[in-house]
Antibody, heavy 118, light 111 residues
Framework: QLVQSGAEVKKPGESLKISCKGS????????IAWVRQTPGKGLEWMAS????????RYSPSFQGQVTISADKSTSTAYLQWHSLKASDTGMFYC?????????????WGQGTLVTVSS | QSALTQPASVSGSPGQSVTISCTGT?????????VSWYQQHPGKAPKLMIF???KRPSGVSSRFSGSKSGNTASLTISGLQPEDEADYYC???????????FGGGTRLTVL
């Protein structure tokens, strides 16, 4: 399963790192993805990481806006912002992403609500 | 604006069947059998219902089935039950740097 960190309320310009801890499977050998959900834009794939070698893939929409990382020793993946904007508000899910040749999101975390407001 | 187009809402009565469509293009849905479907109840995380167009994960009811014709994929729910009332999202491999794209979601109401 995947267990995510709790809800966050931040101000514009602040930094933030949310987490997603995996258990019950071989964490290093499965891609982990972050997916954003907002009322206006629905579900959007943001980025993915293969924890074993830290290979990453970013959606062009989120490249340069967030940083994905993972720590094999603690079976935890992270999503980080260096300078939040109000438009970063949303619900963020981590999920196991089966990559080639399948491409689907298998197990999902419970979600982390991020609110950015002055 | 989502890359894949779904109807905003569908409805059906208990016991009936409903079909939710997901329309893409010849470069995504039309080119790959890599469409997946997710069910999301209010306040909950999405749940995988169908992958690779037609495959059901273990534990998902056989009342849920998927298909594809041309650039449109479909999710059919037969024998509607009250607990099927939820939002449903399709997702497809789109290739390139974007990898995958979701539909805008369909709200299923069980009357």
């Amino acid at each position: 399963q995947l267990v995510q960190s709790g809800a966050e309320v931040k101000k514009p310009g602040e930094s933030l790192k949310i987490s997603c801890k995996g258990s019950g499977y071989n964490f290093p050998n499965f891609w982990i993805a972050w997916v954003r959900q907002t009322p206006g834009k629905g579900l959007e794939w943001m980025a993915s990481i293969f924890p074993d070698n830290s290979q990453t893939r970013y959606s062009p929409s989120f490249q340069g806006q967030v940083t994905i990382s993972a720590d094999k020793s603690t079976s935890t993946a992270y999503l980080q912002w260096h300078s939040l904007k109000a438009s970063d508000t949303g619900m963020f899910y981590c999920a196991i992403l089966w990559m080639a040749p399948n491409y689907y999101f298998d197990v999902w975390g419970q979600g982390t609500l991020v609110t950015v407001s002055s | 604006q989502s890359a894949l187009t779904q109807p905003a809402s569908v409805s059906g009565s208990p016991g009936q069947s409903v079909t939710i469509s997901c329309t893409g293009t010849s470069t995504d849905v039309g080119s790959y059998s890599l469409v997946s479907w997710y069910q999301q109840h209010p306040g909950k995380a999405p749940k995988l219902m169908i992958f690779m167009v037609t495959k059901r994960p273990s534990g998902v009811s056989s009342r849920f089935s998927g298909s594809k014709s041309g650039n449109t994929a479909s999710l059919t729910i037969s024998g509607l039950q009250p607990e099927d009332e939820a939002d449903y999202y399709c997702c497809s491999y789109v290739g390139g740097t974007t990898i995958v794209a979701f539909g805008g979601g369909t709200r299923l109401t069980v009357l």
